[in-house]
Structures are given as C-alpha cells and as structure tokens.
C-alpha cells in the first residue's frame, strides 16, 4: 500500500525522461519540472495533467521539446483522481495540440475523428448537432464544462452549445461506457468533458477567419495573471449563409452565434477556486430538422452557464464542493417567421445544482464519496403539465403555460485498492428522482487493471446506470411528434475489457465490450400520419438491447520511431465495429435507437513539409444502420461514406495561419434524415498572440 506525504513539498528537475512507464510515479507528492515529455495523440491518450503550459516547441528528432510544469497528474475514470499508473479505466484525452491540428471549426467536427463517437450533424459549424458514444443518442451522455453538468434537461440537441470558442479549449476528455460513478447517472453511455484554461502569463491573443458559404468568424480572448490570481475574458462570433435553400428559395441552413465566458482562478498551496460566467447566444435556419413536411424551420437558443467550485489541497481529507447554475431559453418555429399561422414554441429550463466530492487515503487505499442535489425547472408553451400560475414570456404578449419541475438526489461511494501493479475501484451510486416517483435506486461498478511489464496493461470493468427522460421525450407532442409523459427511466449495465501498449513510439489499445439496454427510449414511425398529414413519431421505451462491439486504436510516433526524419510526424488508425440484436420491424422506423453506427474507420497523418508549415490529412468512414422517410414518406436506407479532411498552417510562437479544406472529395452524404450536408467547403483564417 502507500502512504502520501501531504506536506512535504520538494522540487525535482528533469532533463529527460527513461522509457519506463514507472519513471514519472517515483516522484509523486513533488513538484516537478520536466524538459522532455510526448505530445499525446488524437486517438488515444490515457491521462491528463491538471496544470499544462507549453513554453515553447520546435520539430526535434527524437521528440517535441517542451518545458511543462507538472503539479499533479489526474485521470478522470473515476471519483477520486488517480495517476496514470494506478487508473483502472481508459479516458481518451484529445489534446490542446490535436484540437490545433484539426480541420475544424467547432467541438461537434472535432469530435468526429474520435472512433467511439458518433457525430450526426445537421448542419454544418455545429448549427445542431446530436453526440453519442458507443451506438446511443445524444440524451444518454453526459455534457459537462470544467467538470460541471451542463446537460439541457429539454433536450440533448442543444447540449453542445458552449460558450466558449474552440481556441480556448485546453483539451477535451471522453469516457466511454456507464460513468455514473465519476459525473452521475445521466452518463448513461459515456460523458464528455470540455475543460478551458487560462495562460499563466497576462496575454492577449485575436483571431478571424471566412471561407465558403459566406463563413466569417472572429474573436478575441485575453488575462490577467498577477500572483494566486487569473482571470479570464473572450468573447466570439461566428455566422455562415448555409449551404442549402427551401422550396421557394429562401436560405434556410444559415447560421449565426455570439459566445463569451469569463473564467477567474484563485490558486495558492492551500486552496484552489475557480468559477465561471458563460453566455451562448444561436440563431440557424433548421431545414427539415424536426418535420419532413417543412422545410423552413428556424431555431434561436440563448443560454448562460455559471459555477463556482473550490478545493482545499492540505489535509488528509479533501473536499470539492461546487454550485452551479445553467439557464437555457429556445424559440422553435415551425414556420419561419410565420408565427400567426403556427405559433412558435417557447421554452425555458433552469438547472441549479449543488454538489461535495471528498476523498482521503488510508491503509487499505483511496476512499471517495459525495453527493449532489440537482433542481429542473421548466416552463413553456406545450411541454409539461399545465401551470396554476402562467408566466410571462420575455418580449412577447404571450404566457408559458405549462412547466415541470423534478429534483434529482444522488449518493457516491468508491474505494480504491492501489496496489504496485494492481488497481481495484469498486463503488455504487444511489439515485432518487421526484418526477419517477420512485424509491432509491442502486448502481454498482467495479473497474480493475493490471500492468505487465512497462508498456502492458490489461484491464477490466462492470458498471451500470440510469436515466431520466428528457422533457421533450416525455411531453413534445406537436408538430408531427406525440410523446408519452409515463416513460419509464432508461437503465444500462455493461461489461468491458481490454488491453493497451504505450511507448514513446507507439501507444495502441484494443477493447470489447456488451451493453444491456432496459427501457431504452426511442422516437418511432409506424406510418401514421398526423392531422396535417406529416408522419407521427411517438416516443416509447422500445425494449431491451442488447449491443456487442469492439473498438481498436494505434498511434505511430515518427520522430521517435525514425529520428533521422522530420517530415513525418504521426499517424494514428482507429476502428469501432457494433452489433445490436434488435433489428428494424416491418413497418417500423427508428429515429434513433437502431439508427447506430456499425462501422467507424478514422485515420489521421501529420506532416511538416517546411519549417513551420503543417499538413494535417483526417479520414473518417462510417456505415450506419437503420433507415429514414424522405419529404414523400418514402422509406431509405443509410448509405455508407469516407470523408476525406486537410488543414494546412504555419505556426510560429506570435502568430498563426491556416487553410483548410473539408469534405475534400466533394461527396454528398447525409448523417440525419434526408438533410444532405455540405459539399466540399474552404476556411482559411488567421491569428496573433500579444
């Protein structure tokens, strides 16, 4: 077992690190100051670091040189941190470098070249985007903004609008399968995490950029560092024309979003606090997004996201309390513009939540616990149960006149056995909702992993959890929908195991897992039509799933493999197979739960052709299952594409340019009913750090 030293406090300056997964573990406890470190990669990384600042890179033969200061090394698999080696469950990190290196403009497009997430857009920028993990829908992951659940209780369609920029995003991390245990039991198949942070000197950087489909973004971020203090300011804004038009003519993908977030950090050996202030303003024209009969539909979202959240780093016991608030407000209309014709839909959801983490080390290992109380209130013109008192809606002459409110209170324990190659974490999570009315409910999960050598490690895992029906799902019943306010929440439990090979030079994992599906929620067609003569979908529990699936990553290092060259930098492969035991029904479509992704292929290259210009190529191939009725109510299956990406930019230490081409084959491909996605599309854009 091991005892930490909590006090004490020395620094230790490295120059080099050995090839030995052990070397960085031999000096936790101390500050360290490290001179050589690999850079992590797109398609697989393991752990992150909490403090990260690079101070200056060059192309090396053997590595990218680095000075990082290190304070502690975390990994978000599991309630109480962990280093690397003691973790017993994977987390992929995409890094701030590999979000640099991507042809993207947004996190939905960043995050299509992680192998186990499906990204089914239906526009382009992210105008809206749905995000799963491992065969899913967007409303069984859990969305969180350093660390604090940001999920929109409406609906997962919206939980991708953040309000920061992509340039300020320190790195991204994604753990797949039930994480009940780490971020709560709306995790029901994975969560994502955006983390930002601040420089930890005073700087001022600026961007802009334009390309195809009357694209122009621009934006500004700056901070001031003066001792245990930083705070942060940017403000964004980025509008598109769109790539597609109704019938009569009319633009009706097009695209505008307004962004800004403050963040401020107190940070001193004693106590860490941080908090938060974010807004989100979006307006796109929504196609066909929601009803095939229309094809002129508009959206407008505004949301504001605030958290205040501290830690105390002396002491054997430590505490994490945070509170947060998120206020999302959306206007739907079903026609644009036309409000006399179809009133337009408005909503407004308020989460407020309050949660304690603590964990402390003894002689049997790492113990964990916390809870958290969550508030859901919504008012609106048609979702939820009718209200005694109605409410005014901002700007309108009209009143919400419907609301629900739910709280959620959950319970977490874990227990970590750390052993000197051997990690055992075990725990449960205990969950009561008010809107289920039901009694206490219990998920339990046990991770374990053992190191072979250096480089091997075989791991294994058990968890389950549950999930509440949106609001949407339980009360959206215009516009060619009828839900049902009686669904019963959503459980999974799922078995996984794997093996993984890290080195400098090469870092690969492999992995199978089995998931069980119970009362799984699904929209779904079974072609009757509503009054207008649009096709009804109905939101039922379909079932029971079962879902198999495998998924592989291999990453090469090139300037370590061969340090004789510097063109060739990385490559990394990744592969994703499903397999569900449900099939589609004779006149039955699935909107969701059968429409998964069977096969995923990506694949990334990085090349230096000269000095400071890069040349990024991204591959990706999907083949989904599942099928989708046209504007005529004909029925199509999901045809398979590869999507071939490119991003070429010179990068010095003050300034910065890019050109990137997506879809570069010109394909035409849809990723969500009949909205076909752009063709091939330029961005070109510059930036300057002061």
């Known amino acids: 077992m091991y005892k930490p030293n909590f006090n004490k406090r020395s620094v230790v300056k490295f120059t080099h690190f ?108 992210g105008a809206l985007t749905d995000v799963s993990i491992r065969g899913g829908n967007s409303e069984q992951i859990t969305v969180l903004l350093n660390g604090v659940n940001i999920c929109d209780a409406q609906t997962g369609h919206n939980a991708f609008d953040f309000p920061v920029d992509i340039s300020e995003i320190e790195r991204i991390e994604i753990l797949e399968g039930p994480a009940a245990r780490v971020y709560g039991t709306s995790s029901l198949l994975g969560a994502i995490n955006i983390v930002t942070k601040a420089p930890q000197n005073s700087s001022l950087t600026a961007h802009a950029q334009g390309g195809s489909f009357g694209l122009f973004g621009m934006g500004a971020r700056g901070n001031i560092a003066h001792g245990a203090w930083n705070n942060q300011l940017s403000a964004s804004y980025l509008r598109s024309d769109g790539h597609l038009r109704s019938k009569v003519g009319n633009l009706n993908a097009d695209y505008n979003t307004l962004k800004s977030f403050y963040q401020g950090v107190y940070n001193d050996e004693a106590i860490l606090v941080k908090w938060h202030a974010g807004m989100s303003v979006k307006n796109y024209g929504s196609n066909t997004f929601y009803s095939s009969k229309f094809d002129n539909q508009f959206e407008h979202t505004f949301k504001t996201f605030t958290a205040i959240q501290a830690e105390n780093k002396q002491g054997r016991l430590h505490l994490r309390p945070s509170i947060y608030w ?118 339990p999960g046990i991770d374990a992993s053992y190191r072979i050598g250096s480089a091997w490690k075989v791991y294994a895992s058990y968890n389950s959890s549950l999930r509440m029906p949106s609001f949407t799902e339980l009360f959206y019943s215009v516009g060619g929908h009828k839900a049902d306010k009686h669904l019963l929440p959503e459980e999974l439990s799922a078995v996984e195991g794997g093996i993984k090979y890290n080195t400098q030079s090469v870092n690969t994992k492999a992995s199978i897992f089995f998931n069980h599906h119970k009362n799984l929620i699904d929209w779904i067609s079974d072609g009757t039509l509503d009054e207008s ?50 099939k589609e029904h004779e006149g039955i479509v699935s909107k969701y739960a059968l429409e998964y992704l069977k096969n995923k292929f990506v694949a990334n290259l990085q090349l230096n052709l000269w000095k400071q210009l890069d040349l990024g190529l991204n591959y990706r191939f999907q083949h989904r299952m599942g099928s989708y009725l046209d504007i005529n109510n004909l029925r199509h299956k999901y045809a398979s594409y590869g999507i071939v990406d490119a991003r070429l930019s010179w990068n010095t230490t003050n300034w910065g340019a890019y050109l990137e081409a997506n879809n570069l084959l010109n394909k035409s491909y849809v990723d969500y009913g009949n909205v076909v996605q752009p063709r091939m599309w330029i961005v070109t854009g510059v930036s300057v750090k002061l």
């Open 533 to 582: 003569g649009a096709t009804l979908w109905k939101s039922v529990n379909f079932g029971k799933i079962n879902a198999i699936g495998v998924e592989a990553n291999v990453d090469f290092n090139f300037l370590h493999l061969i340090p004789s060259q510097h063109v060739v930098k990385k490559l990394s492969l990744g592969y994703a197979y499903l397999h569900q035991n449900e």
């Open 326 to 443: 998120n206020r999302s407000m959306d206007r739907f209309e079903l026609i644009r513009n036309v409000k006399d014709k179809i009133p337009f839909n408005y909503h407004r959801t308020d989460v407020y939540g309050a949660n304690l983490n603590a964990y402390f080390d003894w002689t049997l290992g790492r113990t964990a616990f916390g809870a958290e109380l969550r508030y859901e209130d919504l008012v609106s013109g048609n979702l939820g149960e009718k209200l005694n008192r109605p409410r005014p809606i901002h700007r309108t002459d009209r009143m919400y006149t419907n609301g629900l409110q739910r709280t959620n209170l959950q319970f977490v324990f874990e227990h970590n056995v750390i052993l000197d190659r051997f990690t055992l974490s075990a725990g449960l999570v205990a969950v009561k909702n008010s809107q289920a009315d039901m009694n206490m409910r219990v998920y």
């Open 18 to 125: 050995s090839n030995h997964s052990y070397s960085l573990f031999a000096v936790l406890g101390k500050e360290v100051i490290i001179g050589v470190l690999s850079v992590a990669t797109l398609q697989h990384a393991t752990a992150h670091n909490r403090s990260i600042e690079a101070m200056q890179t060059s192309n090396d033969t053997t590595a990218t040189n680095k000075s990082i200061l290190m304070d502690e090394v975390n990994v978000a698999g599991t309630r109480a941190p962990l280093t690397v080696s003691q973790q017993a469950r994977m987390v992929t990190v995409l890094s701030r470098e590999d979000i640099q290196a991507a042809p993207v403009q947004s996190v939905n497009d960043l995050l299509k070249y992680a192998v186990g997430v499906d990204v089914r857009q239906k526009g382009a920028l």
